[in-house]
């Protein structure tokens, strides 16, 4: 990968499905150490990772180190930093689901501000004992989400100076943690970035998620649940658009910036689930429609109605450009739910 100035990376919550992916790229497109660590909660899954190590023709084991640490623990937190002597950390570590956010308040509070804590102060600790070219190298990448923003009407999108106006417990404490993160750099000097993204999509994503949902719903011709009228509006990012996305900003991004990745592909939840059975039906035909499965279930509380992206800041200043159309992005990511059944069956029997 050109321009990848890095020789160790330190990725929290490399064992997520977006951190699982930035570990590969990483592993297959630059030359660096990779450090991934992760608390392996319920939604974390190392197999792609453990496969693409198996299977490569590279010794890309030599490069790959995993801790298991929970960002709670600051002892091993510092130990670890001590230990990997980073240049740049990825910090994707969070509790992400909405739903559960709802169920278990405290635990979003725990991972997603306290963690990020813990970890800016590890990281403080660490920058402020190694030589000024190393300081001059060292990148604190924080990577959050859309939802800090709150909700959108019909019109316009979420950019870099949007105001924050969260609605869950989780995108509350995502919005912490970006505000901590702003805080540690201009305070104490540590050199951070955050990117916001859109929702993402993808092969080896865990299964509670949307698409999962309705992909793995629709085969085992179950109940697709959809909240409310299916009408709030989401922008999906294909995954391997945004980790293109995090290695560009991580590489030649400003200090002190923000950056906001979208997809360009506002889809409202009835067309998200009518386009994923239109495609089931072409590839695994069966007696009736999969839309037929389409049930329309009591709406959360909080649910923000729309969330889109303006990326022009970043493609602009950086030239970054999504390159996954949403429907070929779906075909890519339903093909591979067809072939990889074992596995997320094998994960939800793991995990409940």
């Not at 923003?149 to 995108?171: A, T, W």
């Not at 959360?300 to 990326?311: E, K, L, T, V």
Request: hydrophobic share 35%; aromatic share 12%.
């Amino acid at each position: 990968m050109d321009n990848f100035k890095f020789r160790n990376v330190l990725i929290t919550g490399g064992a997520g499905f977006i951190g699982s992916a930035l570990v590969k790229k990483l592993l297959l497109k630059t030359n660096c150490n990779i450090y991934n660590l992760d608390k392996l909660n319920y939604s974390s899954d190392l197999t792609s990772i453990n496969i693409l190590l198996e299977n490569s023709q590279r010794n890309l084991v030599s490069r790959y180190k995993f801790f298991k640490c929970d960002l709670l623990n600051q002892k091993k937190l510092d130990e670890i930093i001590t230990y990997c002597k980073p240049d740049l950390i990825m910090h994707l570590a969070a509790e992400s689901h909405v739903d559960r956010s709802i169920k278990y308040p405290l635990k979003f509070i725990q991972n997603n501000i306290i963690g990020t804590f813990n970890l800016l102060e590890a990281s403080r600790t660490y920058f402020e004992n190694i030589d000024s070219n190393l300081q001059n190298k060292f990148r604190f990448h924080h990577i959050s989400t859309d939802e800090v923003f709150g909700s959108l009407g019909h019109k316009g999108k979420f950019d870099e100076n949007s105001n924050y106006d969260p609605k869950s417990p989780y995108s509350a404490s995502k919005a912490s943690s970006d505000h901590l993160v702003r805080s540690w750099h201009h305070t104490f000097g540590i050199p951070s970035l955050i990117t916001n993204c859109s929702n993402n999509y993808g092969p080896w994503q865990y299964p509670d998620k949307l698409i999962p949902v309705i992909i793995l719903n629709a085969l085992n011709q179950k109940k697709i649940p959809i909240y409310g009228d299916g009408q709030h509006i989401r922008d999906w990012l294909f995954v391997e658009d945004h980790i293109d996305a995090l290695l560009l900003i991580a590489s030649k991004g400003e200090i002190g910036d923000t950056y906001c990745i979208g997809g360009d592909n506002e889809r409202t939840n009835n067309e998200v689930a009518k386009l994923i059975c239109s495609i089931l039906d072409n590839l695994k035909p069966i007696s009736k429609p999969y839309s037929d499965f389409i049930t329309y279930v009591s709406d959360r509380p909080g649910h923000d109605n729309r969330y889109a992206i303006d990326s022009s800041f970043l493609k602009q200043k950086l030239k970054w450009l999504p390159k996954q159309e949403f429907r070929s992005g779906l075909e890519i990511t339903v093909k591979w739910y067809l072939k990889n059944m074992k596995w997320t069956e094998s994960l939800l029997n793991s995990k409940f």
